[in-house]
C-alpha cells in the first residue's frame, strides 16, 4: 500500500520554527515528486511546495517563500519541510502528497494522503 506518514507538527511561537518530516512506502520514492499541502479551518487545502524528483528544484506558495525550504532524501524516502519565520496564518494542517512537477497541486491520480500533522502558531 501507497503511504506518506507526516509527523514533526506541534505548538510554536511566532517567529519559530518547526520541521516537518514525511516518510513514505509502496512506491518507488524517486520517480515521483513530493509535495507539502496544508488546510487551515473552514478553508481548502492549499499548496505550500513541490519538489521534483529529478533535480531537486522546488516551487513554493508566494506566502511562504523565503521562510518553507523543502528538501527530500531519496536514499530514506523521505521527504521534509524546514519552517522558519512561522507565522499565526501558518497554522493548520499539514500533508504531504504526490504532487505534479513545476506546480503546487496534487496528483490528481495518485491521490495518497495520511493523517497529516497539525501546526499551530499562537501570536
Known amino acids: 500500500d501507497v503511504q506518506l506518514q507526516a509527523s514533526g507538527g506541534g505548538l510554536v511561537q511566532s517567529g519559530g520554527s518547526l520541521t516537518l518530516s514525511c516518510a513514505t512506502s509502496?512506491?518507488?520514492?524517486?520517480?515521483?515528486?513530493i509535495g507539502w499541502f496544508r488546510q487551515a479551518p473552514g478553508k481548502e487545502r492549499e499548496g505550500v511546495s513541490c519538489?521534483?524528483?529529478?533535480?531537486?528544484?522546488?516551487d513554493y506558495a508566494d506566502s511562504v517563500k523565503g521562510r518553507f525550504t523543502i528538501s527530500r532524501d531519496n536514499a530514506k524516502n523521505t521527504a521534509y519541510l524546514q519552517m522558519d519565520g512561522l507565522k499565526p496564518e501558518d497554522t493548520g494542517r499539514y500533508y504531504c502528497?504526490?504532487?505534479?512537477?513545476?506546480?503546487?497541486?496534487?496528483?490528481?491520480?495518485?491521490?495518497?494522503w495520511g493523517q497529516g500533522t497539525q501546526v499551530t502558531v499562537s501570536s
Open positions: 519538489i521534483n524528483s529529478l533535480d531537486g528544484s522546488a
Open positions: 502528497g504526490i504532487c505534479d512537477p513545476g506546480t503546487l497541486k496534487a496528483n490528481t491520480d495518485l491521490d495518497y
Open positions: 509502496g512506491f518507488t520514492f524517486d520517480d515521483y515528486a
